[in-house]
């Protein structure tokens, strides 16, 4: 069985460890969360702002119910009358109208220049050519099909009087009456007699000066308007296709805003025959103006329907037969007082963006701790995935309700209508759930991106889209109403719609409340077929539970923390029995085809002899073991596999340093990072205490420090704070913990001078490097990773540093890794050194030197013309001895030490220098540099054997 972790912490001593860090790391944020509290504070300001100044704009007498000033006397000075009478299109809106007036029926006619005729796109010859424009004598046209064409060309000849003998006494009823003017939502005073544009009159035929004028009664007053005479024609086309075809191209002409050839009406009279009256009916809907930019106005149908259900009575029963329509009018109303809430017309844009912007913080938090490497740095030293995923989205959520409820609080204190007005116990249930579906998808988006400033970019650019999408594309749909209520949902799939549909509903409410005097949202509303909350409510819900479970999923499958990743169906492994013993036996390793064949050393080939024996013996008395640990990186765009490392077997006990020396590209630090969990091997394995590297690397994690080659801190943090965190990671409490920091502090010499708590982003390289370590050697981990611990540091620190490593080697297993020769030397007990994948040699220092470096460095410069002369000497010195350097006169020659006395060389070198010059020369021993050199030239390549 493998070793229990020694003291390892548990879930709630992780999860508090986190939670005291983020709770620093929060205060040391203070102005920045200011700053983000007050964004909302400032626009609810602003909104009440606006709001106060468009109600002091309604509240002045010349905006109330038809008041006006005018000058009754001649003599300059205006008295301000009241009545309807007196109002504009603006003002009646807030009359009181016990007695709406009445109004004669009317058709959208279309303006002059706007009537039909013929182009390149219309080429119907019944049109009138387009030189009837420049005089306004062009006629206004109505299409006309059906089963039947004389039937249709009967009733349309009914359509339009022959001609008009108006009589006041008759009233209105027998004159076909239409205006090209603009229409509104209201029809207490109709728009074509208060408009400049001129009323028209209908005929099959206009005479000469055919214009006459109509008086109008309103209230006291008499109204009057000139009338012209326009012709009206039926044109007779073969189906309702081509009606169609020939009023969107007359009145957009394809995709253009330009209104070119409009039509009257159209009529399709189907299988309407003398016993069946069946009509449909194509109106000009051009100033109804329900694109959202604007007031909904009234539609000019009623007469169209009149005019050819007069046609047919006609066809039946003769023409006297006459269905008068008299006039049209509104219901009556009660004086109101106009309140615009701009919170309600405004709140769905702006609150969108407000609340949207949290996703942004989340998500670039979450993308930082990911790019500087400082998740994957905790779950090193021990912090799990459960207490990382419940603090982190605990730590994000408790930001977010905190943020809504200053949002709402604000806007509840200045008296904004959108949150006073709806019930805040739904506000609450709505807000709540939408951050939790927020910080789902931030985590999840996380796992996109490496770079911090991308996430920005990307966050802040989805927030300002998603406002203008929402206000300016997504609203439209939520309200028109004979849009599918099924599309609406799929749209609101992407959570910045199901957003911007609670607010609009918000806001709905709210308007609708503050105009009328009524309550706003309440919980009997959701179940209104009209309110659209309840099914915001569902979709988020849903949504938060599948964006949370998938983002811990993408987080362990294909992110892992930056670490190495689990398979597809981790969540099963734990249903699968475990072995009896956390060691395997040994099995031969094959890699497709090919066999890789090493003439291992025989130092390496006993380590892997040594390591076979613990393996087959399940022996746990070393703390590391390394059984043929091998690393293949698959070939890609048409390169071969790369082999970092090729069946590396290694073992160390307790209190021992291993040095690993190697050039750069040897695989040193693939092989680390196959230790410390980033990466998985290719085949065979390692075992840390016991425990399999493969499978175990969460309890190898709570006894494994580890100081990377670049250090991973956070900016805003102290030293101490860091310690205290790691510190409580390995499970380290009260004054053990107090004591454990200090301890650590001091020995890396950063406890004096106010040096332990100030920021680390503040430090220089060498204080950065000095904390790695300390926080690489806290709690006592019995396996500890170092990765060139003393990079950056000046002799003086480098020599406390390496004071530090040996008294910490006491107990613990070090793997050290170094292109410091010096370094090695002093810290390792063995080294082995590492080329193009494979140990070399495997010793401690003195061993190396006495195995690969058995011979003296002999150096002596001259002038060329003696080089000769120095080879001789050298030659009976030692017959052996091997030149392994020579330039412009410097040459360089090994000597075994064997048979070599060094009073020989001394008597030799002053017997040359009475007979040539010598000017300089040097006898040394090998040092670890040369044998490293010596080895990385030596070491031969694998062979391939297919």
């Not at 182009?119 to 299409?143: A, E, K, Q, W, Y």
């Not at 992407?494 to 009524?518: D, H, K, V």
Request: contains cysteine; charged residues 20%.
């Amino acid at each position: 069985m493998a070793d229990s972790t020694n003291g390892s912490s548990s879930f709630w001593t992780q999860a508090n460890a986190l939670f005291r860090k983020n709770l620093t790391f929060q205060r040391r944020n203070i102005r920045t969360n200011l700053r983000l509290i007050l964004f909302p504070l400032v626009l609810c300001l602003l909104l009440v702002l606006l709001q106060t100044i468009v109600n002091t704009e309604l509240d002045k007498p010349s905006n109330k119910c038809g008041c006006t000033c005018i000058d009754q006397n001649g003599d300059g000075q205006c008295e301000r009358v009241c009545g309807i009478q007196y109002s504009d299109l603006d003002q009646v809106a807030t009359c009181s109208i016990p007695s709406p007036p009445e109004w004669p029926p009317l058709l959208q006619v279309p303006d002059s220049q706007f009537r039909a005729v013929r182009t390149d796109f219309l080429s119907f010859g019944d049109l009138p050519n387009d030189s009837c424009r420049s005089t306004g004598s062009c006629p206004i046209t109505v299409l006309m099909t059906g089963n039947n064409q004389s039937l249709g060309e009967s009733l349309a000849r009914n359509i339009f009087p022959i001609s008009s003998n108006f009589n006041s006494s008759d009233g209105l009823a027998n004159v076909v009456l239409g205006s090209a003017s603009e229409t509104q939502i209201f029809n207490f005073l109709e728009p074509a007699f208060f408009s400049s544009l001129p009323l028209y009159h209908v005929q099959s035929q206009c005479r000469a000066n055919s214009t006459f004028s109509i008086s109008i009664p309103l209230a006291s007053t008499i109204m009057k308007k000139e009338i012209r005479c326009v012709q009206g024609q039926h044109l007779w086309r073969n189906s309702s296709t081509d009606i169609n075809n020939e009023l969107y191209a007359g009145y957009r002409k394809g995709n253009s805003e330009e209104k070119i050839n409009e039509i009257l009406a159209g009529y399709d009279f189907l299988n309407s025959n003398a016993n069946n009256y069946n009509v449909t009916v194509w109106y000009n809907s051009t100033y109804k103006n329900d694109t959202g930019n604007g007031p909904i106005g009234t539609v000019r149908v009623p007469r169209s329907i009149n005019l050819v259900s007069n046609a047919f009575l006609q066809l039946l029963l003769g023409p006297s037969t006459q269905m008068l329509f008299d006039f049209i009018k509104e219901t009556p109303k009660p004086e109101t007082e106009i309140r615009l809430d701009f919170s309600s017309l405004l709140g769905p844009l702006f609150f969108t963006w407000v609340i949207l912007q949290l996703f942004p913080i989340v998500l670039t938090a979450l993308v930082y701790e990911k790019q500087q490497n400082l998740r994957i740095m905790m779950k090193m030293h021990g912090l799990g995935d459960g207490p990382y995923w419940m603090i982190s989205y605990a730590y994000f959520l408790a930001i977010s309700l905190v943020y809504m409820f200053c949002f709402v609080a604000f806007g509840s204190v200045v008296g904004l209508k959108f949150f006073t007005l709806n019930d805040y116990s739904i506000q609450f249930v709505f807000y709540t759930i939408y951050v939790n579906l927020q910080i789902s998808l931030a985590f999840l988006v996380a796992a996109l991106f490496s770079n911090v400033k991308t996430a920005a970019v990307v966050g802040y650019i989805t927030v300002f889209a998603t406002g203008l999408l929402g206000g300016f594309f997504f609203q439209f749909f939520l309200q028109d109403t004979s849009f599918p209520r099924a599309w609406i949902v799929v749209m609101e799939l992407y959570p910045g719609f199901s957003l911007y549909a609670g607010l609009y509903e918000f806001s709905q409410y709210a308007f609708t409340g503050n105009y009328m005097g009524t309550d706003g949202m309440r919980w009997e509303d959701l179940s209104g077929s009209n309110n659209e909350m309840s099914h915001v409510l569902i979709i988020m819900i849903v949504e938060w539970v599948v964006v949370f479970f998938l983002a811990y999923y993408i987080d362990q499958v294909v992110t892992a923390g930056s670490g190495a990743r689990k398979s597809p169906l981790f969540f099963l492994e734990k249903f699968k029995k475990k072995p009896l013993s956390s060691f395997r036996k040994p099995s031969l390793q094959r890699q497709g085809s090919k066999v890789y064949v090493q003439l291992e050393k025989p130092d390496v080939a006993q380590e892997r002899e040594r390591v076979e024996q613990l393996v087959v013996e399940q022996d746990r008395s070393h703390d590391i073991v390394c059984d043929n640990l091998k690393k293949v990186y698959p070939g890609r765009d048409g390169n071969p596999e790369k082999i970092a490392v090729r069946g590396l077997s290694l073992a160390l006990s307790t209190g021992e340093c291993f040095g690993m020396l190697g050039p750069n590209g040897a695989g040193k630090t693939s092989f680390i990072n196959m230790m410390i969990g980033l990466v998985k091997p290719s085949s065979g394995t390692a075992y840390v205490r016991g425990l399999d590297i493969t499978s175990d690397m969460d309890g190898i994690y709570a006894n494994m420090g580890v100081c990377p080659q670049h250090d991973l801190l956070w900016e805003t943090l102290t030293g101490r704070e860091h310690l205290l965190f790691y510190g409580r990671l390995k499970n380290l409490k009260g004054t053990a913990l107090t004591q454990a920091v200090e301890e650590s502090l001091r020995s890396v010499n950063l406890f004096n001078g106010g040096v332990a708590d100030k920021q680390s982003g503040k430090y220089s390289g060498g204080m950065k490097r000095r904390l790695s370590v300390a926080i690489s050697l806290i709690g006592d981990p019995k396996v500890v990773y170092m990765d060139e611990p003393s990079t950056g540091l000046d002799p003086a620190s480098r020599n406390n540093l390496w004071n530090v490593v040996k008294r910490a080697k006491q107990n613990r297993a070090i793997i050290l890794t170094t292109h410091s020769m010096e370094e090695a030397e002093h810290l390792c007990d063995r080294l082995g050194i590492f080329v193009d994948g494979s140990l070399q040699c495997v010793g401690n220092p003195k061993e190396l030197k006495g195995r690969y470096g058995g011979s003296y460095v002999f150096t002596m410069t001259t002038s060329s013309n003696h080089e000769a002369d120095v080879e001789n000497l050298v030659k009976g010195l030692s017959p052996d001895a091997k030149k392994i350097y020579e330039i412009s006169g410097t040459q360089k020659f090994e000597l075994p030490k064997e048979g070599i006395k060094i009073a020989d060389v001394f008597r030799a070198v002053e017997n040359a220098k009475s007979r040539f010059d010598v000017q300089a020369w040097g006898l040394a021993d090998t040092t670890l540099e040369d044998v490293f050199i010596k080895v990385a030239r030596e070491a031969q390549p694998f062979h391939v054997l297919s």
